[in-house]
């Protein structure tokens, strides 16, 4: 196995791909010697209707082999990783692999030497034989200018999804080949595309040093603008964050002004389709993050509001970290209702590669706005008759929650040893939520209305187990406060306080299991709590929890993700949030 992927056979890894196509979409074929999926034949609705093919080198997953189904394409060649299929294999498709009494075939191909010459060779071939084909060059890359394209021109990347998108719904209904080869120009003829990426792609088969090599050609923080789909440089590297990223690219799509790059003019009037292309190594939830940003400064800077929007991986790079922006301009199709641009794009289609979760309907309706304010908690908001100094309540909050902050660097390693890492920052979250609630809300004599507000920052600030923990209890300590509020404004003893923990604790453990021994933060909260009920005293509880937190090192875990973790760290260092829960509390005793 490689260091970078787990088949490291180029051939065994392109034709299991195309194998693997034929159980996720059982109306394909595969034609393995050629390389070829295509329609069964059952699958067919008719076998009068225009054929539609694409084809070019494999690592694009899901392009093209992905969209051979209903509504998308007939039949799609691949060639090796990032190599054009050979003349041969087109010409087996386009001969053998199509249905006999198709009104004719659209070849749709990306704008790369060895695919149009290819392609190019097999329609010849294929008109010589006296059959009707038509063949459609997408280009739609911005990032190669006029300039540097020459007599080449742009290159073909994500774009393409499109093309072929609106040309399978023309065939699929039944269009000609001259009026689906039109509409397709007219696709092509409004597109613009830029890609990004952090990294170059390592392919299968190559030496493990190239991938080092790949990796250390970017330095570090360096993005590079404009580059392709098989590892083609770009146009420009830069060090900037996300927005200063998408502003660059933005403009080099839509700059009026750049005469090199000013293929398509879009005004704030015409409409469009904003497709987030997937180099294939970015996670979906950074996919979302780049489509935002996009949106948002289509929306600002140039009046642009998308009509379509879709994400994915639609014309990958292997894995590579990189995503692509295309902005199709939506233009009269000339084909009158029904088949409209929007209209085709938003037609049903059966193949894995394109993402059909919204419909028409869903698009085109129109949503009311709703107003998404929250009640309030009767409970937490009612005053009550338990009295505090809020001068020493801040202090000694205020102390508790810097020591916590402090030590986040300390946590975050023991829960690196002995979990998932996460714990030191969500507390961190948490104590400087309500650091900044205590900057802005002044605190008063009530008791429960100042923990109220702890308890909702609390809960908006702090996340996975520890926040559900947190939450949990101090939601019960509110609830068992309340219950031994007085008749009249009484200051709360530390008895009042114990008890109302010691109910918590009960509640606490309605949904948890965790009791003192399986190394959990309840090794420090139960001593604390016994202490307090027996003394009386905050500091020697808050002692007591930290003996109990130094007591887990060594302790084998019964609960959460340290049970999974192996090795022997968990001998050397103490339960993560323990220590958390125990450095808060001591900071809490010595404010007092």
Known sequence: MSAKHFVNDPNRAVLASL????????????????????????????????SVICGGGSGHEPGFAGYVGRGLLTACVAGTIFASPSAQQVRACLEHRLPSKSKGTLVIVTNY????????????????????????????DVGVGRAKGGKVGKRGIAGVALVVKVCGALAEIGAGLEESARVGRLVADNLVSVGAGLSRVHVPGRPRQDAK?????????????GMGIHNEPGCEQVETDLTGLIKKMLAQMLDPSD????????????????????????????????TLEVSEQLVRDYGLKPKRIVTGVFFGSL????????????????????????????????AIGWPGAVTRETWERSYPKIQQNLGANEEQDKPSNLRVDPKLFQRALTVALKVVIAVEPEITQFDTIVGDGDCGTGIKRGAEGVMEMLGTSQLTEDVLTNFSKIVRVVETTMDGTSGALYAIFLN?????????????????????????????????????PAQPGDRTLVDALFPFIETLEKTGNAKEAAEAARKGTEATKGMKASLGRSVYVGGNGWQEVPDPGAYGLSMFLSGLAEGL
């Open 19 to 50: 194998r693997s196509l034929t159980l996720t979409n059982p109306s394909v074929l595969l034609d393995e010697p050629n390389k070829i999926i295509y329609r069964h034949p059952a699958s067919l609705s008719s076998e009068e209707k225009t």
């Open 113 to 140: 030497t060895g695919d149009v010459l290819n392609f190019g060779m097999g329609v010849e071939k294929t008109r010589a034989m006296g059959k009707q084909v038509e063949m459609l060059v997408v280009q739609d």
């Open 213 to 225: 090599d790949e990796e250390l050609r970017l330095g570090m923080g360096m993005i590079e603008i």
């Open 259 to 290: 005469e090199d790059r000013a293929y398509v003019q879009i005004d704030k009037s015409d409409e469009t389709v904003l497709l987030i292309n997937n180099f294939g190594g970015l996670s979906n939830m950074e996919l979302g993050v780049i």
């Open 319 to 350: 894995n590579g970290l990189g995503f692509g922006i295309t902005l199709m301009k939506v233009v009269d199709s000339g084909l009158g209702s029904g088949k409209s641009m929007l209209e085709l794009i938003d037609m049903p289609a059966e």
């Open 476 to 512: 019960a300590l509110a609830h068992d406060l309340r219950e031994q509020d007085p008749s009249s404004p009484t200051t709360i003893t530390p008895q009042i306080w114990s008890k109302a923990l010691s109910l918590s604790l009960q509640a606490l453990g309605k949904y948890t």
